[in-house]
């Protein structure tokens, strides 16, 4: 049903770096299927690729910040969450500097220049997260919580608090990503006055001004010291006895400090390189454990590399036994597929019911019985069989055969009483009536095998066996 997304055609954003200053330029390439988010620092001498993943993620203060080796790129966030939103999967980002620009502290640029470009699909299939139980992290010391829920789609509820007469607790929601450009975009990145001259001692902000960010003076000072903060931020002298808010323009909406701090949690969940599928509900979050999260699902992906199938038995299939027969040449015992449950132009999933009275189970093995290895491999090859002959015209005048095997790995026993959960995946065009596939065997979450195969279309010769 999805396939991976890229740009139609490359664009390019310039402006000062928030924390450097310099005048930087980040230029978004379309990138080919499976590519993922990679990051080009293109005035270094080696000009080094950096994958955007969270565990090359090494600072998170007022920012991510992603390394390789020395290299290192910050201030990333607002670009991949526009990029996630707009269900980017793949795409190649070069970069004159160690940040990227901050425009207005906002996403929205990235937003309207991917919309002026726009976005097309690729013939790959896209690879979700898909959530199966409640994931959670806390931090007890800030106080700072992020759980993630099974969901069909990806949402985010952010609730944010401080210690501040101007800035207290605050609420955002996104349900629908497509409502992003619109409700959470334009959000700025906020700092407390009291938080400026910190920042500045340790190097960084040096390219903050009252344009790109939301500035929020709530503890009064001697009028001295705001004189010379301002002078050391370039802005205009202001009245020391005057509190509030001190940017130039005013808030977009009352809860724009939450609707950014959503903003953030996307930008840095698109590091788990996947999209999700779930909700997230998180208090009082910020980089830290915005990366901390991340790192834990990275790690699950990595222990997980591929997730079953939804399956409800309750669901018709999209194809049963009988539809199944019209097209495959096995018959009892040899018919190893029971039901089609999912099929597009780039996959199949389906079901096979391991049953105790299996014939196979009589020889292996008494006292014992494990379903054959191969037997396995048939039944993916078999859902393999039931995808290629979508791409004829007449299926009914095609039967699909087994005809080659590769990378062929099993992870565990399948005994009588399970159901086997099958997805078979193209990985190549359809040639001379062959397909390549990658398929996919799981009992409940746990993957049991996988392998490459390739099936091949003939002619079927019912006509003259009647």
Same mark, same amino acid.
């Given at each position: ?5 890229? #740009? ?139 759980? #993630? ?185 040899? #018919? ?84 086997? #959960? ?45």
């Amino acid at each position: 049903m999805y396939k991976q997304k890229t #740009l139609k055609d490359s664009f390019s954003l310039s402006g000062k770096g928030l924390h450097t200053g310099l005048d930087l330029t980040v230029t978004f390439k379309p990138a080919p299927a499976d590519y993922g988010y990679k990051i080009q620092r293109i005035d270094l001498d080696s000009q080094p690729v950096i994958d955007a993943y969270a565990e090359n993620v090494r600072e998170t203060q007022r920012g991510t910040v992603l390394f390789k080796g020395n290299a290192k790129v910050s201030t990333v966030e607002h670009a991949l969450a526009a990029l996630y939103a707009a269900g980017i999967d793949n795409c190649h980002m070069e970069v004159n500097g160690p940040e990227f620009p901050i425009l207005d502290g906002s996403a929205i640029q990235y937003v309207e220049s991917i919309q002026r470009v726009g976005v097309k699909e690729q013939d790959a299939l896209k690879d979700f997260y898909v959530v199966k139980s409640k994931i959670e992290v806390r931090d007890e010391k800030t106080g700072s919580s992020i759980i #993630l829920l099974p969901d069909d789609e990806f949402s985010v509820n952010v609730l944010i608090s401080f210690d501040s007469k101007i800035l207290y607790n605050q609420y955002a929601s996104l349900d629908d990503m497509r409502d992003f450009p619109q409700e959470i975009a334009s959000s700025r990145t906020f700092v407390f006055v009291r938080e400026i001259e910190p920042l500045l001692g340790v190097g960084l902000i040096k390219g903050g001004d009252l344009d790109n960010a939301i500035v929020i003076y709530e503890r009064e000072m001697p009028q001295e010291r705001y004189d010379k903060l301002s002078e050391i931020m370039g802005v205009p002298k202001m009245d020391a006895h005057k509190l509030g808010f001190i940017m130039h323009k005013p808030l977009t909406w009352d809860n724009e400090p939450a609707r950014h701090k959503l903003l953030d949690i996307i930008g840095d969940l698109a590091l788990v390189g996947k999209p999700i599928k779930g909700r997230i509900i998180a208090t009082r979050p910020g980089h830290t454990i915005n990366n901390k999260f991340a790192r834990i699902l990275r790690k699950n992906i990595t222990l997980n590399d591929a997730q079953a199938p939804a399956y409800n038995p309750a669901i018709p299939p999209v194809m049963n036994l009988q539809q199944i027969q019209a097209g495959l040449p096995q018959r009892y015992p040899m #018919l190893l597929l029971d039901k089609v449950i999912a099929m597009t132009d780039l996959y199949a999933e389906g079901v096979k019911n391991v049953t105790n009275d299996e014939f196979f189970f009589q020889g292996h093995f008494p006292g014992q019985p494990i379903m054959p290895g191969v037997l396995i491999i048939e039944a993916m090859a078999q859902l393999g069989g039931t995808l290629a002959l979508q791409y004829t015209d007449n299926p009914q005048q095609y039967q699909a055969r087994f005809v080659k095997i590769d990378n062929t790995r099993f992870r565990h026993e399948v005994i009588p009483g399970d159901t086997m #959960l099958m997805r078979a995946v193209k990985t190549a065009p359809m040639r001379h009536n062959m397909l390549s596939l990658k398929g996919y065997t799981f009992v409940a979450d746990k993957l049991v095998a996988e392998a490459e195969f390739m099936v091949q279309l003939t002619k079927s010769d019912k006509e003259q066996q009647i």
